[in-house]
Nanobody
């Protein structure tokens, strides 16, 4: 199983970016997916959660600005980021709880490689 995150880049404060994360491999089902971020010198923090049914939850720092969504058929998760601030600068990681084919209901966590978002002031 692999997760491939993309969509990062350099954007001015107030701008928008959409991150994507594609899952591939021996996948039977993807349960909850997460977006995390890690800013330089800081610990990794949870940004957004999206369940298999599409229910979402967000860190207080991004509520009202970020929107997570997913396409289960395509095994994709997205993070629409609006009104970006310099403090949103970080490497963004996707994480997925994956049930592999043949694993019955047992899920395992997988991480994408991260995509860098830089917001200039």
């Amino acid at each position: 199983v692999q997760l491939q995150a993309s969509g990062g880049g350099l954007v001015q404060a107030g701008g928008s970016l959409t991150l994507s994360c594609a899952a591939s491999g021996n996948i039977f089902k993807i349960n909850t997916m997460h977006w995390y971020r890690q800013a330089p010198g800081k610990q990794r923090e949870l940004v957004a959660i999206i369940t298999s049914g599409g229910n979402t939850n967000y860190a207080d720092s991004v509520k009202g600005r970020f929107t997570a969504s997913r396409d289960n058929a395509k095994k994709m998760v997205y993070l629409q980021m609006n009104s970006l601030k310099p403090e949103d600068t970080a490497v963004y990681y996707c994480n997925a709880a994956v049930v592999e084919i043949g694993a019955f209901s047992r899920e395992r966590p997988y991480w994408g490689q991260g995509t860098l978002v830089t917001v200039s002031s």
